[in-house]
């Protein structure tokens, strides 16, 4: 699919590009470029449906890796479209342009990752009515802090255990259990 598709694209810098077999491919480019190729992609090369946009916080890197997810109508190719935004407060351009249901993708990446997106209409409570603390999907965002600080703990759970160490010795004593079971039937 690229070796096809790269030519008509030699506009744009492709930072980063990877085929996943016959029909899926990626392709990272700016993000100053990334509305421009988004809009040709539609309009000239027939990916007509916006998937899912999907965000990675690579808060080492500084960035949030964002993936526009394409498809043909078709359905026989599929574009992942890919750009690194600065974490720093970088807004985004809105899709819904090209796209009406980017509307829902970009509400979620504004309240769950504090993404700015420049043009939405409305990026007011999505789903986190009236969230006043760190977006939960950026990773300094501390669940556990959060949940200690915000709600009691029900008695009756004093005694909780480590679910891993429980299901450790749980296994441990099967185990045990089977090898004593082994060593008399021999």
């Known amino acids: 699919m690229l070796d096809a598709l790269l030519p008509q694209l030699h506009s744009f810098e492709i930072i980063e ?3 996943r077999g016959e029909r899926q491919a990626f392709v990272r480019v700016p993000s100053a470029q990334l509305f421009s190729l988004l809009g040709l992609l539609k309009q000239s090369h027939g990916f007509v449906t916006l998937t899912t946009i999907a965000c990675a916080d690579w808060m080492e890197d500084g960035v949030f890796g964002l993936t ?3 498809e043909t109508a078709e359905r026989d190719r599929v574009l992942g479209v890919q750009t690194h935004l600065g974490r720093d407060g970088a807004a985004l351009e809105t899709a819904i ?13 504004h309240e769950m990752f504090g993404i700015p997106i420049s043009g939405h209409p409305s990026l007011g ?4 009515e009236g969230w006043t603390h760190t977006p939960p999907m950026r990773r300094e965002f501390d669940t556990l802090k959060f949940v200690q600080d915000t709600y009691e703990m029900r008695g009756g759970r004093e005694d909780n255990q480590d679910v891993r160490e429980a299901i450790r010795r749980r296994k441990e004593a099967k185990k045990a259990a089977a090898a004593a079971a082994n060593g008399d039937a021999a």
């Open 17 to 19: 590009q990877m085929q």
């Open 68 to 70: 526009y997810v394409l």
């Open 97 to 109: 342009p090209l796209w009406p249901q980017a509307e829902i993708f970009e509400r979620e990446l």
């Open 125 to 128: 409570d999505f789903m986190l």
